[in-house]
C-alpha cells in the first residue's frame, strides 16, 4: 500500500505542468488553435492561392479558389494555356486545352475525389465527426527528425489521410492519402512547411507532393493567399461548350 501511494505521489509531482494531449481529439483541438483558432477559420468566406510550380524543367502558375459550401477551382497555367478543374458543390468538371479540348467536359465521382476533397475550406480534420470522418490517435512519428502526432483519419469515401502533426507546434508538416481510384489504391505524400500567418491564421508557403517512395515531386511555392475576395458562383459552375457548330450557307 505504501508503495502504491509513493507511486502515485511520484505521478502528481512530476507531471508537466502543460501535460501533453492524450486523445486524438484533443492533439486535433491543439491543431485547430495553433492554426489561429476556429472563429478565424470559420471567418474565412473565400480563398485565393496563387502559387509557382516547378517540377524538373516545368514552370508554371497555379491559382486555387475556395469558397464556402464546398466550391473549388484550379487554374494551371504554362505558355499561355491553362487547364482548369472545378467543382461547384454538385458538379466536378474540367477544361484541358494540352489533351486537344477546348470545351468543358465533367469528371467522374472517381477522378474527382481529390478536388472535391481540397474544397473543404478548413479541411478534413476540422469538425471531422460532422463531415462523417472518423479520426484515431496512432501515437508519434518522426518526419526527417522531428517527432510527430500520427493521426490516421478514414474519410467518410473509405479513404484514408494520415497526417503528421508537430509535437512542439501541432501544425501539419505532412500528410499521406490513400485514394482508391478504379479499383487500385494511390498513395501520395504532401510535405508543408514555411508557415506564415494571413488574416490571423497560419498557411504552409512552401508544399511539396508526390507519390509515396519516390523522388518525383512536384513543389509548390506560395506567393500569395487572398482571404475573403470576392468569387461568384458562376467561377466554379460548368460553362457552356464553346464549340458549338455554327450555321453554315447551306443550312441557312
Known amino acids: 500500500m505504501k508503495r502504491c501511494l509513493w507511486i502515485a505521489l511520484a505521478v502528481v509531482l512530476f507531471l ?4 501533453a494531449p492524450q486523445t486524438v481529439d484533443e492533439v486535433i483541438a491543439k491543431n485547430v488553435e495553433a492554426r489561429g483558432g476556429l472563429d478565424k477559420l470559420r471567418a474565412i468566406k473565400t480563398l485565393r492561392m496563387t502559387s509557382r510550380i516547378s517540377e524538373e524543367d516545368l514552370r508554371a502558375t497555379f491559382v486555387q479558389e475556395n469558397k464556402r459550401d464546398g466550391k473549388i477551382r484550379r487554374d494551371f497555367s504554362i505558355q499561355g494555356m491553362t487547364r482548369v478543374q472545378a467543382y461547384d458543390g454538385r458538379t466536378a468538371w474540367r477544361i484541358n486545352p494540352f489533351g486537344g479540348r477546348k ?4 469528371i467522374s465521382a472517381e477522378d474527382s475525389k481529390t478536388l ?3 474544397a473543404d475550406l478548413e479541411g478534413p ?4 465527426k ?3 470522418h472518423t479520426a484515431e490517435l496512432l501515437g508519434h512519428d518522426s518526419v526527417e527528425g522531428t517527432d510527430c502526432y500520427k493521426i490516421k483519419l478514414t474519410l467518410k469515401t473509405g479513404d484514408v489521410r494520415l497526417y503528421y502533426l508537430d509535437a512542439d507546434s ?8 490513400q485514394v ?3 479499383g487500385a489504391v494511390q498513395y501520395t505524400e504532401t510535405l508543408l512547411g514555411d508557415y506564415e500567418q494571413v488574416g490571423g491564421v497560419y498557411f504552409p508557403f512552401a508544399i511539396e507532393s508526390g507519390p509515396v517512395d519516390s523522388e518525383e515531386r512536384t513543389r509548390f511555392t506560395v506567393e500569395k493567399i487572398e482571404l475573403n475576395v470576392t468569387l461568384d458562383d458562376s467561377v466554379f459552375s460548368l460553362p457552356p461548350a464553346k464549340s458549338e457548330a455554327k450555321p453554315t450557307a447551306a443550312t441557312k
Open 125 to 128: 480534420l476540422v469538425d471531422y
Open 16 to 19: 508537466p505542468a502543460g501535460a
Open 130 to 132: 460532422q463531415k462523417g
Open 180 to 182: 482508391k481510384v478504379r
Open 170 to 177: 501541432f501544425l501539419e508538416i505532412k500528410y499521406e492519402s
Open 103 to 106: 470545351d468543358p467536359e465533367l
Open 116 to 118: 472535391v476533397d481540397a
